[in-house]
Structure formats: structure tokens, C-alpha cells
């Protein structure tokens, strides 16, 4: 028989995003925005490390009432050692690539975008920027808030929100 895996120990550097490893599980995310109609959503979130000092992480959402699958974003939150400031570089299926950089503050993370980059043949309107907010809300409810710019819409206004449980 083989032997299980064993994970690796967490880069020191990563310790301020601890609270942050696992599966999390939202229910009823809620989405809105000017241009588009409002939806629910659920979203099962993973993040995990392999050792290194970043941390990988993935974000399936499904439609509310079918399970349909929809929106997915793959990508890594690094932290400057020895600060509080982090990036995340997140690649996304609708043809989005995100850069944001923020700070950590204890169980909360702020970022925002400074580079949206998007396929040539992408959908109009073109996004522009996406600030987010993580923040533990209780030891096992993780909250999520977006908001987002557009070549449409400017300034940034609330998209998505929603709160997971861990589930692993």
C-alpha cells in the first residue's frame, strides 16, 4: 500500500494568511451590478500551499438553482516576507488576468487591481479594475465583497458578496 501524502510544513512567510487555508463553501452568494441583471451564486473556494512561500487557490462557482457550473478563477496570493503588504495573480475563464496588491491585517485582506489584462476578442464591457475584501467572520465563516469598474461603469461598484464555511 502506498504511503499517504504528507503536506508539506507552511512557509513562515505565509503564517499571517493561515486562516485562510482549507475548502470553503458559499450557499447563496449574491451578484449585482448596473449592466446586468441580479443572480445568486454558489462557489466552493480552495486554498492550499505546497510548502513554497505563496499560497494556490481556486474559486468554481455554479448557478444557484441548477449547480450549473460557472464562473472559475485559478491563481496565488504571495506576501512580501516580513510585511503585511500581498499580491494575487489570478487567471480567470471568461479571459481575464488579474494583478491586485494590498495588505493583510490580521484576519482581513484588501485588494485592489493595478493590472486587468483580457483577451483581444473578450466581451465589452472590458473590465477595468476589481477591488476585493476576504475577511474571517468567525472561526469557520469566510466572507468575500467585490467590486468592480468597467469601461461602462467607473467608479468601482459593489458585484459580488458572499460567505463560505469550512468544510475541510
Known amino acids: 500500500m502506498a504511503a499517504s501524502p504528507v503536506s508539506p510544513p507552511l512557509h513562515d512567510a505565509l503564517k499571517p494568511l493561515a486562516w485562510l487555508l482549507g475548502t470553503w463553501r458559499g450557499e447563496e452568494g449574491k451578484g449585482d451590478y448596473p449592466t446586468i441583471k441580479d443572480f445568486k451564486y454558489k462557489e466552493e473556494v480552495k486554498f492550499d500551499h505546497v510548502g513554497q512561500p505563496n499560497l494556490e487557490f481556486s474559486f468554481c462557482s455554479s448557478h444557484y ?13 504571495k506576501i512580501q516576507p516580513g510585511t503585511s ?63 468592480m469598474e468597467t469601461s461602462a461603469t467607473a467608479p468601482a461598484q459593489h458585484h459580488l458578496s ?7
Open 65 to 77: 438553482e441548477t449547480g450549473k457550473p460557472l464562473h472559475r478563477e485559478r491563481g496565488f496570493l
Open 162 to 168: 458572499i460567505q463560505y464555511k469550512k468544510v475541510a
Open 85 to 147: 503588504h500581498l499580491a494575487l495573480v489570478n487567471t480567470q475563464n471568461v479571459g481575464i488576468v488579474e494583478l491586485s496588491e494590498g495588505e493583510v491585517k490580521g484576519q482581513e485582506i484588501t485588494l485592489e487591481s493595478h493590472t486587468i489584462g483580457r483577451m483581444t476578442f473578450g466581451k465589452d464591457p472590458a473590465v477595468t479594475k476589481i477591488n476585493r475584501t476576504f475577511r474571517l467572520v468567525d472561526a469557520d465563516i469566510l466572507e468575500q465583497v467585490v467590486h
